[in-house]
């Protein structure tokens, strides 16, 4: 069982920065590719970045690319999402979550992943 607790989400103004964290249970979170998603107000839930066990190799939604970094910290069991330049339209209820092993799924596809946080809320003010 993994546990997965997001924190750092809060109210900001339009081109402000927040950095997310998500806290991870197990002893093996190095090996875990993680992701983070976002669902905004009557929206479904969307892909917004992942990250390699090792930190390596990342991917990043169209809309956050140049904006959002995700990054990890193994020795912490600890994986972040930098966001600058916030924009009201990033506005949503964000996701950690860790990635199916068997990696069968495309890594945008939330049924690639199989344990998730509660969410933390980003509210973006124009």
């Known amino acids: 069982q993994v546990q997965l607790v997001e924190s750092g989400g809060g109210l900001v103004q339009a081109g402000g920065s927040l950095r997310l964290s998500c806290a991870a249970s197990?002893?093996?979170?190095?090996?875990?590719?993680m992701g983070w998603f976002r669902q905004p107000p009557g929206k479904e839930r969307e892909f917004v970045a992942q990250?390699?066990?090792?930190?390596?190799?990342?991917n990043y939604a169209d809309s956050v690319k140049g904006r959002f970094t995700i990054s990890r910290d193994n020795a912490k069991n600890t994986v972040y999402l930098q966001m600058n330049s916030l924009k009201p339209e990033d506005t949503a209820v964000y996701y950690c979550a860790k990635r199916q092993t068997s990696l069968r799924h495309p890594y945008y596809a939330t049924n690639g992943y199989d344990y998730w946080g509660q969410g933390t809320q980003v509210t973006v003010s124009s």
């Open positions: 197990g002893r093996t979170f190095s090996s875990y590719v």
């Open positions: 990250i390699s066990s090792t930190g390596a190799v990342t």
